[in-house]
């Protein structure tokens, strides 16, 4: 058995192992991404480092499980074109950041980046300008198979009392236990927006909403879903619009508001 024996589904996606330390890590993104897992110790006499260059180009997107200047070191003279290369996201051994490292809009990494994160738990790490500088993040709740065009209709509506617009949209964040509704999951495919999932246990945490509703406290076991939710996923930012509901969708809008202004989008 070598270094690039697979377990389970491959998908265009390697799942790279610096050590064994990190099976367990691993085991849980080929469960819920698929992939080929790399277990470059299996051939000791062969360096990681070179293992890995001979590996590079055989699959379309990477989660690299290493510290970041392993990842610097192995990939020192393999990106020759963004249009081309292979996305990579590094994730940390304790799985605390994902970080989507080459790649991020052609290879897809930034959205591999929230992939991982929602998976393990870890905060999403997106450099590139045209996201990073969006300053808006929206907190979504929902009633159970609500359909993609109220969640739609709900956004408009939160975004207008703002006089603020979907360009200026970083993320969505949502609890746990609605990370799988159709409907929100359309609505960011159909915007390309990435879904951020929180733990209910955090948002539990969080503890601070502007009404607390006894509706989600008795389905969803908190005071709510949308307030804390956007303000978990923007650290920095303050509640520019508290809950506002509408056909079953509740939306809530925090603005990071140390970025600078963006221009609207050219037309």
């Keep these: 058995m070598n270094a690039m024996s697979a377990q389970g589904n491959t998908s265009g996606l390697g799942i790279w192992l610096v050590r064994a330390?990190?099976?367990?890590?691993?085991?849980r993104l080929q469960a819920a991404l698929g992939g080929t897992l790399y277990r470059p110790w299996l051939q000791a006499g062969l360096p990681q480092k070179q293992q890995f260059r001979a590996a590079y180009r055989h699959q379309a997107q990477w989660i690299m499980l290493a510290a970041s200047g392993v990842a610097v070191r192995f990939l020192e003279?393999?990106?020759?074109?963004k249009t081309t290369d292979p996305a990579v996201v590094l994730l940390d051994e304790a799985g605390r950041f994902a970080v989507s490292l080459l790649g991020g809009h052609e290879g897809g990494a930034n959205r591999l980046a929230y992939r991982v994160a929602n998976v393990t738990g870890a905060v999403p790490v997106v450099t590139t300008a045209t996201e990073a500088l969006k300053p808006l993040v929206l907190g979504i709740g929902c009633r159970k198979g609500v359909a993609v065009e109220r969640i739609a209709a709900a956004v408009t509506h939160a975004l207008g009392l703002l006089g603020r617009s979907l360009h200026e949209v970083r993320e969505v964040a949502t609890i746990d236990v609605k990370g799988e509704e159709p409907g929100l999951l359309s609505f960011c495919m159909a915007n390309e927006l990435p879904l951020r999932v929180i733990a209910s246990a955090d948002v539990a945490a969080r503890g601070w909403v502007t009404t607390p509703s006894a509706w989600v406290q008795q389905n969803v076991g908190v005071d709510g879903v949308c307030e804390p939710c956007a303000l978990i996923a923007s650290v920095r930012?303050?509640?520019a619009l508290p809950k506002t509901a509408l056909e079953g969708v509740t939306v809530a809008v925090v603005e990071d508001l140390g970025l600078p202004a963006l221009a609207g989008p050219s037309t």
Excluded: I, N, V, Y
């Design 237 to 239: 930012g303050t509640l």
């Design 21 to 27: 330390e990190s099976e367990f890590l691993a085991a």
């Design 77 to 81: 003279g393999l990106p020759q074109d």
